[in-house]
């Protein structure tokens, strides 16, 4: 079965360092999404692309998170400073057209860790 | 701002019964609803999805119902087994040509043998 590759799978770094999450998404899905899960806030989005292209950053810290996708075969997030608040699990999540009604197909996520 | 809550953070059931899990909106109208089983440490696994105008999908053992007036969606697990332990998230999505979905916190499923 096609599958949504994420790594690190962990990381854990100290505060003020940068961290770079890699998502390989499904062959063929042109759409992407940045999603972060803690305990209190559940799954939030971050961003959202489509054929490459953002569309919807609006759930992302601005100063500090930036989100890409230099090619199709990968979206990056990257978070500098990360500060301990940054701590969750993101995941990244592809989707076949991008219109309505598609279900979204999710990698396992990175546990990331801001000491 | 949308609010999605799911009746309870955990429900315990024994092994043969029917598992009912809520999902309760407010302000504006899904279009679509989607149900996922997330397993530890795993990603969102997709099972269901219902329409607006349908009151409801069935999938084997899984039932998902869609009620606009009450803003309510139950999903049902009949037969239960304690391979359905997992935590259940529902899903919203709007009818604005994007798949944006705005996610319960979810309810912690646990089938007791």
């Known amino acids: 079965d096609a599958r949504v590759t994420q790594t690190p799978r962990h990381k854990v770094t100290e505060m003020g360092q940068e961290v770079t999450m890699r998502c390989q998404p499904i062959l063929g899905h042109n759409t992407v999404f940045w999603y972060r899960q803690t305990m209190m806030q559940g799954l939030e989005l971050l961003a959202y692309?489509?054929?490459?292209?953002?569309?919807?950053d609006s759930g992302m810290p601005k100063d500090r998170f930036s989100a890409e996708m230099p090619d199709a075969t990968l979206a990056t997030l990257k978070i500098q400073p990360s500060e301990p608040r940054d701590s969750a699990v993101y995941f990244c999540?592809?989707?076949?057209?991008?219109?309505?009604?598609?279900?979204?197909?999710f990698g396992d996520g990175t546990r990331l860790s801001i000491l | 701002s949308q609010k999605i809550e799911q009746n309870s953070e955990a429900l315990n059931i024994q092994e043969g019964k029917t598992a009912t899990l809520t999902c309760n909106y407010t302000n504006y109208s899904p279009a679509y609803l989607q149900w996922y089983r997330q397993d530890p440490g795993r990603g969102p696994v997709f099972l269901l999805l219902i329409r607006e105008n349908e009151k409801e999908k069935r999938k084997e053992r899984l039932k998902v119902t869609f009620d606009t007036t009450l803003k309510q969606s139950l999903f049902h697990i009949t037969a239960s087994q304690p391979a359905d332990s997992a935590t259940y998230l529902c899903?919203?999505?709007?009818?604005?040509?994007?798949?944006?979905?705005?996610f319960g916190t979810g309810t912690r499923l646990t089938v007791i043998p």
């Open positions: 899903a919203l999505e709007r009818r604005t040509g994007a798949n944006n979905l705005f």
């Open positions: 999540a592809s989707g076949g057209t991008g219109r309505n009604n598609q279900p979204q197909h």
């Open positions: 692309f489509r054929n490459r292209a953002p569309l919807d």
